[in-house]
């Protein structure tokens, strides 16, 4: 049977990936979005595919932390101040779910998705999405033992949920000797091995061109303002498009609370918007590097024009519209905190500024499957590890859309939970 499936919104990781697998099961898909592919949080982020840290964010720790840190100026979580009641909600939601329970029941169903990660984007590429993985072993830096137990004690966590974790402690001298940008600040490093990362615009771009070399439609510049249902089929509404579909997946991301309200989502989302930008190195860093007190998140990119080497610099969580402009003060707080922990970096070239914002859901785990109106799917809420978990998530809506059963990976994934 041949599907005709339009996607309400979204060229991000996620919509792409769906669209990708649809088309996979032989289903005609067009996917639009208000400007582009990537335009959202899947350009700009730190490119990990990590699932020693892909965690619940809800964490007990977090609600000690929380009001301490958002007063602070330069904290690396910041709440931009707002009359708006959706904030107020979502706090309250998110404050819900940071118990030690919650957090462990989240992790197992995180375990379970996380063993399918890499295998979900080498099948991308093998089906003909021309991305790459690269494969290193991730240096977490600490400058004392007391910054480092927060994450010793997560990774033990995760490793209790019964994911697996090859991770081996350091000494300042030994983790010179494997990432000699390390500065004498870093007293502590942990190597953990098996990591990837990716360039996630070019990835997320090599997956539009394997949507289209497939047959598929990408239109940009269409912004939908409305998903209905209309007899048997769904109607996609906006500027630019008022079209039926058998079936329309919103994957919107931070911007999915407008389309999925009217479809039976009540679970709380909101935008936590972060901030990256790139700057040249003396020489290639080993691999992916986390400074996780400073909260910066640090990936290879691609030479520059001028032939020297560049890292990705990425951080902040600011709880905001995530139409608002970028600020270029959360890019410092980033880039101060980076700075003593870091050597060989030339602060002055200073390029790629970008903002995007995560789609947060309250309690911590994404969105996948269908909603209350027949025909209308959701793929959203992905938070801090969209990227990761987009392949698989667009594997497993088009497992359900397509078969009409609900994959058991997407227990407790209900949209309408
Ligand atoms: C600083 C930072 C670092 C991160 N690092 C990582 C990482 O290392 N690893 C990882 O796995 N994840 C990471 N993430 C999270 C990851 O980027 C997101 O979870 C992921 O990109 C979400 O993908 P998405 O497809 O759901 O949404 P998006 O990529 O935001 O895509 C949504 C798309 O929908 C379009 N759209 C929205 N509304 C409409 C509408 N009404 N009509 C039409 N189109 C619409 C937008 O234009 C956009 O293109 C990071 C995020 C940030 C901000």
New binding site residues.
């Given amino acids: 049977m041949s599907h005709s499936c339009r996607f309400a919104?979204?060229?991000?990781?996620?919509?792409l990936s769906t669209a990708f697998s649809l088309q996979q099961r032989g289903v005609q898909v067009t996917v639009?979005?208000?400007?582009g592919p990537?335009?959202?949080?899947?350009w700009?982020?730190?490119?990990?595919?990590s699932p020693a840290f892909t965690i619940p964010l809800p964490e007990p720790a977090l609600l000690k932390q929380g009001p301490r840190a958002l007063l602070s100026p330069s904290s690396p979580v910041a709440l931009a101040p707002s009359a708006d009641p959706a904030v107020a909600r979502f706090m309250a939601a998110f404050a819900l779910n940071c118990t030690p329970h919650k957090w462990a029941s989240s992790m197992r169903t995180y375990a379970t998705l996380n063993a399918h990660i890499y295998d979900s984007f080498e099948r991308q590429i093998a089906a003909g999405v021309r991305g790459e993985l690269h494969a290193y072993d991730m240096t977490v830096g600490f400058a004392s033992l007391h910054d480092a137990t927060g994450i010793l004690d997560e990774l033990a966590r995760v490793s209790a949920a019964g994911q697996q974790i090859d991770v081996t402690l350091l000494d300042p001298r030994s983790a010179r000797e494997y990432e000699p940008h390390l500065t004498e600040n870093v007293a502590l490093a942990l190597r953990l091995r098996g990591q990837r990362y990716l360039n996630p615009g070019a990835y997320v771009q090599a997956l539009a061109d394997a949507v289209i070399a497939g047959g598929g439609e990408l239109r940009t510049g269409?912004?939908?303002?409305e998903v209905r249902r209309d007899g048997a089929r769904a109607r996609v509404i906006?500027t630019g498009i008022d079209e039926l579909t058998d079936a329309a997946v919103l994957?919107?991301?931070?911007?999915l609370p407008?389309?999925a309200s009217a479809h039976g989502v009540r679970i709380p989302l909101f935008a936590g918007?972060?901030?990256?930008c790139s700057v040249p190195i003396d020489t290639p860093l080993q691999g992916a590097t986390y400074f996780p007190a400073a909260r910066a998140?640090i990936t290879p990119r691609p030479d520059g024009a001028d032939g020297r080497p560049r890292i990705r610099v990425?951080?902040i969580m600011e709880f905001a519209d995530p139409d608002k402009p970028l600020n270029p003060k959360r890019i410092r707080v980033t880039n101060d905190a980076v700075r003593p922990l870091l050597r060989g970096i030339d602060w002055s070239g200073i390029d790629e500024q970008w903002v995007?914002?995560?789609?947060l859901s309250a309690d911590g785990l994404p969105l996948i499957g269908g909603t209350a109106t027949p025909g209308v799917y959701v793929g959203?809420g992905?938070?801090?590890?969209?990227?990761?978990?987009?392949p698989l998530t667009g594997e497993l809506l088009a497992e359900q859309i397509t078969t009409g059963r609900t994959p058991a990976l997407t227990a407790g994934l209900d949209p309408l939970r």
């Fill in positions: 919104s979204g060229a991000g990781i996620v919509g639009v979005d208000r400007i990537a335009a959202g949080a899947s700009g982020n730190a490119g990990w595919l269409i912004d939908v303002t906006g994957c919107s991301g931070a911007w407008r389309l918007r972060g901030y990256s998140a990425a951080g995007g914002s995560r789609p959203g992905h938070g801090m590890w969209g990227l990761t978990l987009g």
